[in-house]
């Protein structure tokens, strides 16, 4: 789904070093990684609050609060609203970067089935 938003959008391919330490950290190297990467992957398909995003994925809504704060914090998701109903988007910065984060997703995963095959 991130491949086709990349796709469709055109966005442009740069490399920058911080944001692919950052997109690297935040939806690889801590706990809570794949919830945030599938917060981000519905909030691209449709903006969503959180009580919603615990809906649709089926997380407790602590979870998914903590994990937008994360993101919010990181500057990945944007808060609109005022108060329980905030909806939530992704920001300029990680819709712009999309290919970066693909990039990531995609170094991991080749990683992790590079494991699978040793046993």
Do not use: C, W
């Amino acid at each position: 789904m991130l491949r086709q938003l990349v796709e469709e959008q055109e966005i442009e391919k740069r490399k920058d070093p911080y944001l692919t330490k950052l997109f690297s950290e935040i939806f690889t190297g801590m706990q809570g990684r794949y919830s945030r990467l599938k917060i981000i992957l519905t909030i691209a398909d449709s903006p969503l609050n959180t009580r919603q995003l615990s809906k649709r994925l089926g997380y407790d809504y602590k979870s998914i609060q903590r994990n937008l704060e994360i993101l919010e914090k990181n500057h990945l998701v944007e808060r609109i609203g005022g108060g329980y109903g905030d909806m939530f988007f992704l920001t300029d910065l990680l819709y712009k970067n999309l290919p970066i984060l693909l990039e990531v997703i995609e170094r991991v995963d080749r990683r992790l089935n590079k494991k699978k095959k040793r046993y």
